[in-house]
């Protein structure tokens, strides 16, 4: 039960091969001859059995054959009976290369492999490489070479070229899985296959589009957790969008939603096939960089300043050494080279004057990466340099990238490079193009560790009354909230607003402007007309009574006449907000298929659409990812101090921010909203115009949280949270875990008896490794659970005074099994609080969450020789019994 489910598909130890017959190749079809002739390449380190449906013999052979995987390559017609014949020889996977089969046809081979327990990669892929396992299972070419490098296509023709780039680039693969569209397991499987897969260290996506993006965030944001995941993806513009989801049969959604949702997942995005490429090298040399500072080595100063400008361009930092590494390199250098910004060897830069430069630059703390730069200079020998870096690469803890520049005399240099897994470029730009790359990772990594609830720790909203607000809208079949409702609804989240009364005739709106006080804004008020000013239907600065009687006539003529067909309430009227050098923001939501709602953040005003500054994040929102969107505009450059006006309250922008999360997450309705214009500055923040469009909540996705199942991000379930006390005096808490709790949780590890850490993990480790630390702190909170108990304790600090520190003394968790109906679990709890509860307090919460999410059976491994455990196991009223596939463990299973 500690294998992946998956684990049938990409490590299997029996194969059989429906593929037609080897000795009649004229009845192959073209994916059957390349996978005869990939399979028969190498030899497979498992067991291989080939069979033919059409021969009388194969089904006598059925009884003795036993496999993990079937690989069909059939004509369409032909495999649906193989993969009937696969489910009676017990496969748990099969692969179908097929090509061919429409969708119709593959939804009938899905109910097939779902009636006979089979996990189905396929139709219309190229297939799959493992080659560690010698295993070929592909139509994509040679075997690539063995590497910790992972690649998943949604594209045949590109697995194949990235297949043939690799074999020619020193680059080697843990993995290679073509993904073809109508397939069964999908993107998201694979990528939590490899999050868990030891042999994979990092991982490489062509993505046309996703078909959940609940499931495909959960695996993303796993797998970007354990290990560097690029991700190239297609259909940035519309007529690729199309494209996009005609070849791959799935959904595309919005470029920028995408990129939001990549950077959130921790993820880094590319933009070309290039850049894929350049990506795939550094990562193959599994190079991990934690920051901006490139530092620019090279016998040249032309080609140093162009890495320097795109440095620049692409918001990095030019990395300087220290005056100190400086003052030590300078003796070790010739006379002309300068060590100010570039370290320009120049031309008379030997292979030594490389060494000592790349290991100073490596060894300053003011400098994350290295770029070496190579010109060809008359009597130079490049390929010295090259050897003298190979030299160096293992000393090194910092990424080093190469640009060996020319082409002829720089082949052989470029091949020495390859061979000592450097990462070669032939342009500067290239270069430092992909160190960025690489380096955003780092940067995405602290979107990836927020886990927000859905309500912040501001004051409590008045979720009640808004829903009232929105079922009356729909009560009245209407979608588009008027001005006054949208900001009611604004209100009961605590957003300001501006006062706003509603006239019906001149006289009113007079009466209504003397008592709020001049100025004011008059505004036609109709569910029809989304863009007020577009109908000039919005009317500023008014000082007087008369003026506000004069315009209010003149307006509703205008509409009535420019929009006859608009349903007019009357006209607004509210107060004229009174900051004089306050900066107009915009936020918004807009909703994306299939991401679901996304909350928009720039510069606003009637110019919205030409200035077009839409920074774009997915909810929810902490004060932490509110100030990086806020960051990520345009406008944001206008928030501080600027041309004379004070800086605004930025306080109050992450708070409105804050609110309009709280709205997202708590009101599934919503559809699309724009607070546009926010009057904010140095005093505070205040929405002048609101307009809401609304819906019909979305039917709860099935396996999604009942709240939250309009969210692509599960928030964090702070509803979990209670407080125990402990027998003999004390309490401690009960709480969903966070990826914060990773040192206490490895501190509570490394406390336990070696027994203790045995019957936990059946293994003799004495700490948890950093991947399996990130997968245990950070999980998806809709397909699993941990809940840890946290107790406080007062220890004495170095300098003798006590203080209150937190300490995990337990966990339980639960993992939902691939039947989406019962989960395993498991139970830690610290050795000295055993015996006083815990377990068992810990077991039934765990059970608890489980029984809400729907699911029906939870169930566990314990070890038969463990019998505390089976003891607690049998007071909580779990049936227990062997285990056939491992006699030292017992079975333990409840109905919840």
Not at 410 to 416: F, G, N, S, T
Not at 469 to 475: D, H, T, Y
Request: net charge negative; glycine share 8%.
């Amino acid at each position: 039960m500690d294998k992946h489910y998956l684990t049938p598909l990409f490590q299997p130890e029996a194969i059989v091969v429906f593929a037609g017959r080897a000795d009649d190749p004229a009845s192959l079809t073209p994916h059957a001859q390349a996978l005869h002739a990939a399979l028969r390449a190498q030899r497979y380190t498992g067991t291989l059995q080939f069979l033919d449906i059409h021969t009388t013999g194969t089904l006598a052979d059925l009884a003795q054959a036993r496999a993990d995987l079937a690989i069909i390559a059939l004509p369409p017609e032909d495999v649906a009976a193989a993969l009937e014949i696969a489910g009676r020889v017990s496969c748990r996977a099969a692969l179908v290369i097929s090509s061919g089969i429409g969708a119709e046809q593959a939804a009938e081979l899905k109910k097939i492999a779902r009636r006979e327990g089979v996990f189905l990669l396929g139709p219309n892929c190229l297939g799959l490489q493992r080659p560690q396992l010698q295993l070929n299972a592909s139509a994509a070419g040679p075997l690539a070479r063995a590497g910790s490098l992972a690649l998943v296509s949604q594209s045949g023709a590109l697995t194949a070229s990235m297949l043939d780039w690799a074999s020619n680039n020193a680059v080697g693969f843990s993995s290679v899985v073509s993904l073809g569209p109508n397939t069964s397991v999908d993107i998201a499987q694979v990528l939590d296959f490899l999050a868990n897969d030891a042999q994979t260290h990092s991982i490489i996506v062509y993505l046309e589009g996703i078909s959940n993006a609940r499931r495909f965030m959960s695996a993303l944001r796993m797998a970007a957790n354990a290990k560097p995941v690029v991700v190239l993806k297609a259909g940035r513009r519309p007529a690729g969008n199309e494209a996009a989801q005609t070849h791959s049969g799935t959904i595309v959604g919005s470029d920028d939603v995408f990129d939001a949702a990549l950077r959130r997942a921790g993820a880094v995005r590319v933009r070309s096939f290039v850049e894929l490429f350049s990506a795939a090298k550094c990562l193959a040399s599994r190079y991990r960089p934690v920051g901006k500072r490139l530092a620019i080595v090279t016998n040249g100063g032309g080609p140093g300043v162009l890495a320097a400008d795109w440095i620049n361009e692409i918001a990095l930092q030019l990395g300087k050494l220290s005056t100190d590494s400086a003052a030590a390199l300078k003796p070790l250098l010739n006379g002309h080279a300068s060590l100010s910004d570039l370290i320009d060897l120049s031309e008379e830069a030997t292979p030594e004057h490389y060494k000592a430069a790349i290991e100073a630059a490596c060894r300053d703390r003011a400098i994350d990466g290295v770029l070496a730069i190579y010109s060809p200079k008359v009597g130079g020998d490049a390929s010295a340099v090259a050897r003298a870096l190979g030299e160096i690469k293992r000393s090194i803890g910092k990424p080093l990238l190469c640009c060996w520049m020319g082409d002829a005399t720089v082949q052989a240099a470029r091949a020495i490079l390859n061979e000592a897994a450097i990462p070669s470029f032939r342009t500067p730009e290239a270069a430092v193009g992909a160190f960025g790359n690489i380096a955003s990772f780092y940067q995405n990594q602290l979107l990836l560790q927020q886990t927000p609830p859905p309500l912040s720790t501001l004051a409590k909203p008045d979720i009640e009354a808004a829903r009232l607000v929105i079922e009356s809208v729909l009560a009245e079949r209407r979608k588009v909230l008027t001005e006054m409702e949208s900001k009611t609804l604004l209100s009961a989240f605590h957003i300001p607003v501006t006062n706003t009364i509603l006239a019906r005739n001149a006289n009113e709106a007079m009466m209504i402007a003397t008592q709020l006080g001049y100025p004011v804004a008059l505004k036609i008020a109709s569910p029809d007309i989304s863009h007020k000013s577009d109908v000039q239907g919005v009317v500023l600065n008014l000082a007087s009574g008369t003026a506000v009687r004069d315009a209010y006539n003149d307006m509703i003529e205008r509409v009535g006449r420019l929009l006859p067909q608009a349903r007019i309430n009357g006209i607004t009227v509210q107060k004229m907000a009174r900051a004089r050098r306050g900066r107009e923001i915009y936020i918004g939501l807009v909703s994306d298929e299939p991401f679901g709602p996304v909350i928009v953040f720039g510069a606003g005003g009637t110019m919205i659409e030409l200035i077009n500054d839409r920074a774009m994040e997915l909810p929810p929102l902490n004060q932490f990812l509110a100030r990086r969107l806020i960051e990520r505009s345009r406008v944001a450059e206008t928030l501080g101090e600027w041309r004379g006006a004070s800086a605004v309250d930025m306080d109050a922008l992450e708070q409105l921010l804050l609110r309009v999360s709280e709205m997202v997450c708590e009101l599934p309705q919503l559809r699309e909203m724009d607070i546009n214009p926010i009057i904010v500055d140095e005093s505070g923040a205040v929405a002048v115009d609101a307009r809401i469009v609304i819906d019909n909540a979305p039917q709860a996705v099935s396996g999604r949280s009942s709240n939250y199942g309009h969210l692509s991000i599960l928030p964090y379930p702070a509803r979990y949270e209670q407080i125990w006390p402990l027998p003999g005096g004390g309490e401690y808490a009960v709480r969903p875990i966070h990826p914060d709790d990773a040192q206490m949780l490895q501190d509570l590890v490394q406390q336990l008896s070696p027994e203790s850490r045995y019957f936990r993990f059946v293994s003799s480790m004495v700490e948890l490794p950093p991947s399996m630390l990130a997968r245990f702190t950070l999980i998806d909170y809709d397909r699993e659970m941990a809940l840890v108990a946290v107790a406080k304790e007062r220890v004495a600090g170095a300098d003798g005074e006590i203080r209150e520190t937190e300490r995990i003394v337990g966990v339980s968790r639960y993992i939902t099994n691939p039947d989406q109906s019962s989960c395993e679990f498991s139970l830690l709890v610290a050795d000295e609080f055993k015996g006083r509860g815990l377990g068992s307090r810990l077991m039934e919460s765990i059970m608890d969450v489980a029984r809400e999410k729907g699911l029906a059976e939870i169930e566990g491994l314990v070890l038969a020789n463990n019998p505390g455990m089976l003891k607690l196991m049998r007071s909580l009223g779990f049936s227990v019994k062997p285990f056939e596939e491992d006699r030292d463990f017992k079975l333990v299973t409840h109905a919840l």
